[in-house]
Nanobody, 129 residues
């Protein structure tokens, strides 16, 4: 069973930084692609960043240059470092994972919600302007 626990959200002023964390089992961490999604009130859940087993990454255009997805093999933790936060980044953020059979589409790590079956419980990020 895939169990993801995400944390690290909070409130920050625009221009500030936060780091989100997601812990998983060894099998999930080492075998699955992992990603971060976010959902603002009244909006669809959207992919933010994804990373595959080999460490290749994919980012949404809206966060390129500001957010970094990474993995810590020693602690089996997925991170999302968020810098230069903007009001529009306010959302509930979710960790997601799936096998590469689902999450790699046309040779790229997907940022599509339908390509991930396993989800964390979410952590709230609020950016004040």
């Amino acid at each position: 069973q895939v169990h993801l626990v995400d944390s690290g959200g909070g409130s920050v002023q625009a221009g500030g930084s936060l780091r989100l964390s997601c812990t998983a089992s060894y099998y999930t961490y080492s075998s699955y692609s992992m990603a971060w999604f976010r959902q603002a009130p009244g909006k669809e859940r959207e992919g933010v960043a994804a990373i595959n087993r080999a460490g290749s990454t994919n980012y949404a255009d809206s966060v390129k240059g500001r957010f970094t997805i990474s993995k810590d093999n020693a602690t089996l933790t997925l991170y999302l470092q968020m810098n230069s936060l903007e009001f529009e980044d306010t959302a509930m953020y979710y960790c997601a994972a799936d096998t590469e059979g689902f999450s790699v589409v046309a040779g790229r790590i997907s940022l599509g919600r339908k390509d991930y079956r396993y989800w964390g419980q979410g952590t709230q990020v609020t950016v004040s302007s």
